[in-house]
């Protein structure tokens, strides 16, 4: 069974720096793209960054330029560098991982991961 595993949360103080892991179990191949995604206590879940199969990737523009997301392809390791961490990156992170371009193109990611707390105090 494919699954997702997300780990590395933790409590830092705003401008600290934190960095998240998932790995991707019995993938019989690499993902089309891995994610990761955040929900903040009563907002809604949004994307926060994605790397393709072919190394491109994508930031929500909260994030873009302290948040780096890469992968380790032998391993399908994904992560996300997270600096200069604000209050209002504090939420619960989620990796996903989808095997389909088309969904990957759509930030349409299916297989999901338990999620890890990052919590950033002022």
């Known amino acids: 069974q494919v699954r997702v595993l997300g780990s590395g949360g933790g409590s830092v103080q705003a401008g600290g720096s934190l960095t998240l892991s998932c790995a991707a179990s019995?993938?019989?191949?690499?993902?089309?793209?891995m994610g990761w995604f955040r929900q903040a206590p009563g907002k809604v879940r949004e994307g926060v960054a994605q790397?393709?199969?072919?190394?491109?990737?994508s930031y929500a523009g909260a994030v873009k330029g302290r948040f780096t997301v890469s992968k380790d392809n032998a391993e399908n390791i994904l992560y996300l560098q997270m600096n200069s961490l604000r209050p209002e990156d504090t939420g619960m992170y989620y990796c996903?991982?989808?095997?389909?371009?088309?969904?990957?193109?759509?930030?349409?990611?299916?297989?999901w991961g338990q999620g890890t707390q990052v919590t950033v105090s002022s």
């Open positions: 996903a991982a989808e095997d389909f371009a088309v969904s990957c193109e759509r930030g349409f990611l299916q297989v």
């Open positions: 019995e993938y019989p191949s690499t993902p089309a793209c």
């Open positions: 790397i393709n199969s072919d190394g491109t990737t």
